[in-house]
C-alpha cells in the first residue's frame, strides 16, 4: 500500500495552480473539467509520478470553518519536505510569500510555515 492522492482545500483553484506552480514550483498533473470545478493535481518535479496533491474546492459547508480553526490557532494543514528551509524561506520570501513562522530549528527537524494564499498555513520542513 502506498499514498497516491493528497489533497488540500483550497478556496479558488486557478489562484491555487499559480501559488503551486509558480511560486512553490510543483507542475501540473492533472487538469479535468468537472462541471464549475476541476480535478485537479499537482505533483513533484523531482517526482512527476509520484504522490499527487489534489486542489480540492472548499464547497463543502464544513470546509471553511475547518480552515479558518487551523489558521487561527496557527496548525498547518500539511507538511512539505524540502532540502533546505532556510533556502527555500529566503526564495519564497523574495517572491513575496507570507510566512508565520520563520525557520526555526526544532531538535532533529527545521521547519517554517508559510500562508499558501487559498485559507491554508503550510509547514516546510528538512530533517537536520
Known amino acids: 500500500m502506498r499514498i497516491h492522492l493528497a489533497s ?16 512553490l514550483g510543483f507542475v501540473k498533473k492533472n487538469d479535468v473539467p ?4 476541476s480535478w485537479l ?3 513533484s518535479p523531482e517526482d512527476p509520478d509520484g504522490v499527487e496533491l489534489v486542489l480540492e474546492p472548499d464547497q463543502h459547508p464544513a470546509a471553511k470553518p475547518f480552515k479558518a480553526a487551523l489558521v487561527d490557532d496557527g496548525i498547518p494543514f500539511t507538511s512539505f519536505a524540502v ?3 532556510h533556502a527555500e524561506y529566503e526564495r519564497l520570501t523574495k517572491l513575496g510569500v507570507v510566512f508565520t513562522q520563520p525557520p526555526t530549528s526544532m531538535g532533529p527537524v527545521t521547519t517554517a510555515v508559510l500562508d499558501d494564499t487559498c485559507g491554508n498555513l503550510i509547514q516546510l520542513a528538512h530533517m537536520n
Open 8 to 23: 488540500i482545500l483550497v478556496d479558488d483553484q486557478a489562484k491555487a495552480l499559480a501559488f503551486y506552480t509558480d511560486v
Open 41 to 43: 493535481t499537482v505533483v
Open 83 to 85: 532540502t533546505d528551509v
Open 34 to 37: 468537472m462541471g464549475v470545478f
